[in-house]
Structures are given as C-alpha cells and as structure tokens.
C-alpha cells in the first residue's frame, strides 16, 4: 500500500499480558516515529527511529515498552505485562527525514482490561 | 508541564464565523507544524512554518508563526462544517538525546454547528 500500514487496528488484553503492534512505514521513509493518544488527548512522543543511528528512546514511558526496526523498514512496538493506564491509540508515523512531514497510519486502540 | 500549550481546548461555533486557535511555548522551535486529525484516523499535515514572523494561508486557514519561533496561530475564515476535527500544533526540536524530535500540544477539538 501507499500509506503507513498498523496491525492489529484494535487489541483488547488481560493485565498482566504483553502484546505487539506493527508498523510497516512508507516505502523509503528512513524516519519512524511511535506516538501514543489517549482519549481526547495530544500525542506522547514514546520513540523515533532514524535509519541506522540508535533509536531516541527518551519517550518511552517504563523499561516494560520496548520497540524495534528491522531492516530499516518494519517496526514492531512490544508492551510486556500490560497495564490499565497503556490503554490508548497507539500511532506509528514515518517521514522521508529529520524535520520533515510525517505520514501517519490509523493507530492501533489497545484496551487493557 | 506541557511543552506546546494549546487554546483553547474546546471549540464549537456556527457555519460561517471566524476563529483562532493559539499554540504557545516558551521554547524555540527550529519550525512548528499543524496537523488535524478525524476520529479513527491518523493526524494529516497542513502546513509546516520554519521562519519567525512567517505567515502561510491555506484556502480559509491562515497560519503564523510568532517572530520568535516560540508560537503559532491558526485562524479559519467562515468555518465550513468539514473544518470540524481535531487541531494539533506540533514543534521541532533537539531533544536531549540529540534527536530532533516531534513534539505535539494536546489540541484544540472543533466542532463547527451548520
């Protein structure tokens, strides 16, 4: 597809789980960028992936979320023992580079229940 | 404390009046971008500033970034109710990591009546 693709677009989950949601950027984008909205709020900047430089990792909000991109393309955001409060539209974003416009994709709604 | 302030929050006007919405910081941004976002979709850009003092019209919205490259203004002339969405400032700059990163206010929710 054109667009940046997510997967799954809705995750419901027990406490105490861990899940993942996957982001396939725009083909050539080397910039991915994770963002996280609650309702009605702003997005949570959680961490940027700039080709192959190590990943920005200062918005990540505890050591139980993690992310990875392989090849420079796919990334893969990884939330181990789920808590009520990672209830959110997790978004994925990519940008041809630094200070550029970023394409989002639709987020993926995790509810923790 | 929030690094972009958003206002107001909440916005619900008529088809046809004028409004503004601010995004205000005490930080410089190398350029500060707006987004607006539908439900169930992701943000889209429509425009980004770089120059302080910059003004850029986009058909009835109009955008300024502040001489000092600390804010913006976003206003809508005779508001459609398509402009209905949701409003996000967002700024570029280096974070401590050394990183230029995103960062975005929490938005401004317009909900315009016909």
């Known amino acids: 597809g054109a667009g940046v693709s997510q997967s799954p677009s809705n995750k419901v989950t027990e406490k105490g789980k861990d899940v993942e949601l996957r982001c396939d950027p725009i083909s050539g984008h080397t910039a991915l960028y994770w963002y996280r909205q609650s309702l009605g709020q702003g997005l949570e900047f959680l961490i940027y992936f700039q080709g192959n430089s190590a990943p920005d990792k200062s918005g990540l909000p505890s050591d139980r979320f993690s992310a990875e991109r392989t090849g420079g393309s796919v990334s893969t955001l990884t939330i181990q023992r789920t808590q009520q409060e990672d209830s959110a539209v997790y978004l994925c974003a990519s940008s041809l580079g630094l200070a550029r416009e970023l394409f989002f994709g639709e987020g993926s709604r995790l509810t923790v229940l | 404390t929030q690094l972009l302030e958003q206002s107001p929050q909440f916005l619900s006007i008529q088809e046809g009046e004028n409004l503004t919405v601010y995004c205000n910081s005490s930080?410089?941004?190398?350029?500060l971008q707006w987004y607006r976002q539908e439900p169930g979709e992701g943000p889209v850009l429509l425009v980004t500033?770089?120059?302080?003092?910059e003004v850029k019209k986009l058909k009835r919205l109009t955008f300024q970034f502040g001489d000092a490259r600390k804010d913006s203004s976003l206003h809508i002339t005779a508001a459609q109710p398509g402009d209905t969405g949701l409003y996000l400032c967002a700024g570029y700059r280096l974070s401590g990591a050394g990183s230029y990163q995103l960062t975005f206010g929490k938005g401004t929710k317009l909900s315009v009546i016909p």
């Open positions: 930080s410089v941004f190398s350029s």
């Open positions: 500033v770089v120059t302080g003092g």
